[in-house]
Nanobody, 124 residues
Framework: QVQLVESGGGLVQAGGSLRLSCAAS????????MGWFRQAPGTEREFVAA????????YYADSVKGRFTVSRDDAKRTVYLQMNSLKPEDTAVYYC?????????????????WGQGTQVTVSS
């Protein structure tokens, strides 16, 4: 059974930082691309960042470029999202997802497995 478990969410003031983690099990982690998505109440889930198989490439939404960094540790079967200079508009539930094809990409349909999400709240 494939399982993705996010952690690291919480409440932070604008301008602060958080690091999200997503631990994966039940899959050959190193061969999967991993993505981060977020969803605020009343909105559709949107792409945030992705990292390819073995971290050869990364891809970011324009809204987070220069502030967020996605990375992975294949030995720990974990993908991270370092979030700096947080803004109130970053408030959302953040989800990690796994793409078995291995390339970093934005479409939700490219991802085969999803985590349960972790809440990030940024206060002004």
């Amino acid at each position: 059974q494939v399982q993705l478990v996010e952690s690291g969410g919480g409440l932070v003031q604008a301008g602060g930082s958080l690091r999200l983690s997503c631990a994966a099990s039940g899959l050959t982690f190193s061969s999967y691309a991993m993505g981060w998505f977020r969803q605020a109440p009343g909105t559709e889930r949107e792409f945030v960042a992705a990292i390819s198989w073995r971290g050869r490439s990364t891809y970011y939404a324009d809204s987070v470029k220069g502030r967020f960094t996605v990375s992975r540790d294949d030995a720990k079967r974990t993908v991270y999202l370092q979030m700096n200079s947080l803004k109130p508009e970053d408030t959302a539930v953040y989800y990690c997802a796994a793409n078995r094809y291995g390339s970093s990409s934005a479409p939700l349909s490219d991802y085969n497995y999803w985590g349960q999400g972790t809440q990030v709240t940024v206060s002004s």
